[in-house]
């Protein structure tokens, strides 16, 4: 369920960055909640990663604020994860060479039964002891995910995560991050295959040029004449 009386997970207020002449993200405001699966959407270049990198310290805006839980956005990997922040890269990210165990334990060396725990969730636990890189590609992928989910995040950032599965795997994927997103978490993620964001946000954000172009349940974003237009990329005269 949506918890709305603490204060955001991620709130974003007016965020704005530019590359030299190129503004990537334009007067961007954003909220996820705990309990709550928002996706953001938009076609190539419309600024989805550099939004994320700026939520992660990355990116420098030019303007606006980032919070978490209610405090400015630490700009540090181990402040962030003291914040409660995890994020899952786009691709693997995983080090071929360790074993699955290994791979999920790197952030959490201090607290081996959260890896195990994490291990678990993913569906990983028989996979545990095989090296990463023998694995079949959705399982590497699931292996980043127990990674992020090792370190029991309050913000999860999953960039791509259903990038190269097929629907099986995309429903179990489904599943996992429907069952993350708890009292005490909140996930926002990336993703250009629309059904599986369909199917698994409760809300939908969708960028062009580095606006927000249209926001709401995935049903009414679909409909809307804005997105189909920023994706078919074409205006129809009537
Ligand atoms: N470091 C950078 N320097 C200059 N321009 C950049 C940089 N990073 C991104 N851009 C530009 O900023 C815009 C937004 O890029 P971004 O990667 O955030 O888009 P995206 O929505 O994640 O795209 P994709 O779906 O292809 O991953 C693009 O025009 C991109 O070329």
Known sequence: ??????????????????????????????????????????????????????????????????????????????QLTAAGVARTLQGLGVLPGLSVRENVLVGVLDRPGHAEAALERAGLTHRAAEPVGALPYPEQKRVALARALATRPHLLLLDEPAGGLGPDDVHDLTTTIRDVATDDCAVLLVEHHVDFVMGVCDRVVVLDFGRVIATGRPDDVRRDPAVEQAYLGITVNR
């Open 1 to 78: 369920m949506v918890s709305k009386q603490n204060p955001p997970r991620l709130r974003i207020q007016a965020l704005g960055v530019r590359f030299g002449g190129l503004d990537a993200l334009v007067d961007v405001d954003l909220e996820v909640h705990d309990g709550e699966v928002v996706g953001l959407i938009g076609p190539n270049g419309a600024g989805k990663t550099t939004l994320f990198n700026a939520v992660c310290g990355l990116t420098r805006p030019r303007t606006g604020t980032i919070e978490i839980s209610g405090a400015p956005a630490p700009r540090r990997p181990h």
